[in-house]
């Protein structure tokens, strides 16, 4: 059973930077990809980003050039590091653990409790 743990969520200005970082614990073997999924208020859940196993990544087109995913193996630590944020990515962000390359939602297994992020014009 895989438990994750986000953090680094907070409150900053457009055009600020957040890193948001996901502690996993313990072993599920039919993980393959790890991601972060948001959803602000009235709105679904829509996936971020995402990496698989053999470093691919993928991201939404939204956020592209602006979010980087990366992965510490040796802290078992996914982060997300945002840079020019703007009001419309104020949204809870959750990390996920999945079992299909390119971490679409119905293939996710795990999930965290999700880190608050707000950002004001």
């Known amino acids: 059973q895989v438990q994750l743990v986000e953090s680094g969520g907070g409150s900053v200005q457009t055009g600020g930077s957040l890193r948001l970082s996901c502690v996993v614990s313990?072993?599920?073997?039919?993980?393959?990809?790890m991601g972060w999924f948001r959803q602000a208020p009235g709105k679904e859940r829509e996936g971020v980003a995402s990496?698989?196993?053999?470093?691919?990544?993928y991201y939404a087109d939204s956020v592209k050039g602006r979010f980087t995913i990366s992965k510490d193996s040796a802290k078992n630590t996914l982060y997300l590091q945002m840079n020019s944020l703007k009001p419309e990515d104020s949204a809870m962000y959750y990390c996920?653990?999945?079992?299909?390359?390119?971490?679409?939602?119905?293939?996710?297994?795990?999930w965290g409790k999700g880190t608050l992020v707000t950002i004001s014009s």
């Open positions: 313990g072993y599920d073997y039919r993980t393959y990809c």
């Open positions: 996920a653990a999945g079992r299909v390359g390119g971490c679409p939602e119905y293939g996710m297994h795990s």
């Open positions: 990496i698989d196993n053999d470093g691919s990544t």
